[in-house]
């Protein structure tokens, strides 16, 4: 039986008199108990524990090889380690994911009072027909990096045209045989190279940029207006995460903050704050408790670590009793 994730196939290379291959074979054959799972049948379409389902818990997907989606239950108390796998079901589509879950006795699905998640349609069918007394809260890292995303469209437009402006100054420069020299700005950048260095400035607050940084935000915000105005939204929605304890109040204050982003004319960020609006209640949850979806995030940080020291997954079957040897 495991009890931590090791690769015998790797013991080779510290003892030289070793097969390791075939010490693999002998370990999955008869030394782990795998011919002997109970699971072993199904293992590789459903894995359900209701033992280890709890009050607080999280779903996500998660691919264990070659791109293959799982959709993964985990208990938050477990802290990632034993006992924190609940589910893990083949796929991410909801009727599937729903037949097994629904494998949990009822009484104990509805004892689970919140799942956190991200904005995937499917995955609130999921918890909303499974645990019919839990609150979902999506996952203010999810909203938040939209916002993100949105921002660094905008920067990465005024790049491109950046971009293309040198281009064709080159090429007028070599057409007149004159030596191309890019205009620069007060901290030695060219237009292209500041907004490729503003990436990971825009990423944090203020209070956090260094001098250089300072210097360079001061210069990206005066020629590129609307890029001040984007990171200042991002700005807003981080700090309603960060600052408010208290749901009504959080309420009021991204409220606020949508009508901010539909007084502005940027269409990606209407595309967030209609995101925001559908899933209005699910996010204001995160409030109740703060709750987020980093312990599935960390849990699949761990399947991936395990799959890299055994050098991938080539039986999944035997990767996935290992796997819930150690968690579930």
């Not at 399947?303 to 968690?327: E, H, S």
Request: proline letters at 2%.
């Amino acid at each position: 039986m495991d009890t931590y994730p090791i690769d015998t196939c790797s013991l080779e290379k510290f003892y030289p008199h070793l097969n390791g291959k075939q010490l693999c074979e002998q370990y999955k054959a008869h030394l782990s108990n795998f011919k002997d799972w109970e699971d072993k049948d199904h293992a590789s379409e459903w894995l359900v524990y209701p033992e280890n389902a709890g009050a607080y818990l999280s779903i996500d997907e998660t691919a264990l090889s070659d791109g293959e989606l799982y959709t993964i239950v985990t208990n938050k108390a477990a802290k990632g380690k034993k006992g924190a796998i609940v589910a893990i079901v083949e796929g991410t589509g909801s009727e599937n994911v729903i037949e097994v879950l629904n494998k949990i006795p009822k009484e104990k699905r509805e004892q689970v009072k919140e799942v956190t998640l991200d904005l995937c349609d499917s995955m609130r069918k999921i918890v909303r027909r499974c645990f019919p007394k839990a609150n979902l809260v999506i996952d203010r890292f999810h909203v938040q990096k939209l916002a993100y995303d949105a921002l660094q469209e905008i920067r990465i437009a005024h790049r491109w045209d950046a971009i293309n402006e040198e281009t064709e100054a080159m090429e007028q420069a070599k057409l007149s045989n004159k030596k191309f020299e890019p205009e620069r700005l007060k901290n030695g950048d060219s237009k292209k190279q500041l907004l490729a260095r503003s990436r990971y400035l825009l990423f944090k607050s203020a209070d956090k940029w260094t001098e250089k940084q300072k210097q360079r935000a001061k210069l990206l915000f005066e020629l590129y207006p609307d890029i001040k105005e984007a990171y200042s939204l991002t700005h807003s929605l981080r700090m309603i995460f960060s600052k408010n304890y208290v749901k009504d109040a959080a309420r009021l204050s991204l409220a606020r903050w949508y009508n901010k982003v539909s007084e502005s004319e940027f269409k990606s960020f209407n595309t967030i704050a209609a995101t925001v609006y559908e899933h209005y209640e699910e996010i204001l949850n995160f409030f109740i408790n703060r709750s987020t979806n980093a312990s599935a995030e960390s849990f699949n940080a761990k399947i991936k670590a395990f799959r890299a020291t055994l050098r991938g997954v080539v039986d999944i079957d035997f990767f996935l009793f290992r796997l819930t040897n150690i968690y579930a």
